[in-house]
């Protein structure tokens, strides 16, 4: 009788080990789930930090880029200017000068 107590009693005790393990694996499980997906977040908002960085870095490059290319043009700009107004000045000059001996 003894005996068929103490294994009714060890029965149990291995019942309840064994719902406590399945209710500890649970919430470890449970746990790593939350862990990942706050890892998942994380990444996710370093990703678009990175993003951002890059996009603001590319518009600054193209910005940079756009400035050097309109101060280029500007300059070839007045550059041409300077060549056609001499070319005009000569020009006129000839003209001129052609008219007078008609």
């Known amino acids: 009788m003894e005996l068929i ?3 009714k009693e060890a029965e149990k005790k291995s019942s309840q080990m064994v719902e406590q393990a399945k209710s500890d694996a649970a919430k470890r499980i449970e746990q790593a789930r939350q862990g990942a997906e706050q890892a998942t977040a994380a990444a996710c908002t370093a990703r ?3 993003i951002d960085r890059a996009v603001t870095e590319a518009q600054q490059q193209a910005q940079a880029q756009a400035d050097a290319l309109r101060k280029d043009a500007a300059r070839q700009r007045e550059e041409l ?3 056609v107004a001499d070319r005009t000045d000569r ?3 000839r003209v001129m000068e ?3 001996q008609i």
Do not use: D, I
């Open 98 to 100: 052609f008219l007078k």
């Open 5 to 7: 107590k103490e294994l």
């Open 48 to 50: 678009r930090h990175a």
């Open 91 to 93: 020009s006129v000059k």
């Open 81 to 83: 200017q300077a060549r």
